[in-house]
């Protein structure tokens, strides 16, 4: 399917606001004003995710703060930056006003550790999945334009067009993760491929937008066509 500029709007302001929660929480956290001692009893990190947001609603700054009804989907999509992007590294000794009594639930795990989780570190296998992702979303945009291609003309397009493939390869997984699902570190790897520079630094004040993604898409059209 091509994708949609409105459901990319959304998940695009999902992925801004998951970004500015977990900055929050980790401030949050450091300075005390938040506290694990209660027990959760969720089995899933989104469940868990959507109550505490919920729970929390009112403390939660403009930036990091959706509309109620969207909480369960911006659960979802919360989750799966965690997941992606970061290791989470159980040490609860680290905290100081709680040192051996928070909640283990999924979210407090996950939470407590907001100062310190490490940005994961992209493997082989990372890249190569992401790669794979960037060669299924040329393949798929073939398939949905109407157009006749092989694999090795895709692998040639993600070849020569790395940024703007691994843009449209991430355009599709920022739907994917609305519904929770995610695909690890490849996704990290598809962000570095744009809003990195080639020489292994963040572009300074990069901010994605769906226009970027849908230009993509609209350019690799073009090439698949041909
Ligand atoms: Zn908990």
Redesign the pocket.
Known sequence: MLLDQQQLDFSVEMQAKSYSLLKWVGKSVSSGLLS?Q???Q?STLPL?AAD?IDKHYLNIPEAARVDPADIPVFANFFSTYLENSFDLIANPGKIKFSPDA????????WMIDAPNLKTKSLSTADKKRALRMQIHSVLQLGIDTGAKLDESRAEAIVSDYGEATALLAYGHDLIQRLDAIANGPAVLALWRRFAWKSSGSPKPNFRLSTKMILNAESELRALVAA
């Not at 928070?102 to 795990?109: E, V």
Request: aromatic fraction near 26%.
């Open positions: 694990f209660t027990a959760h969720y868990a505490w928070h909640c283990f639930c999924p979210m407090c795990s």
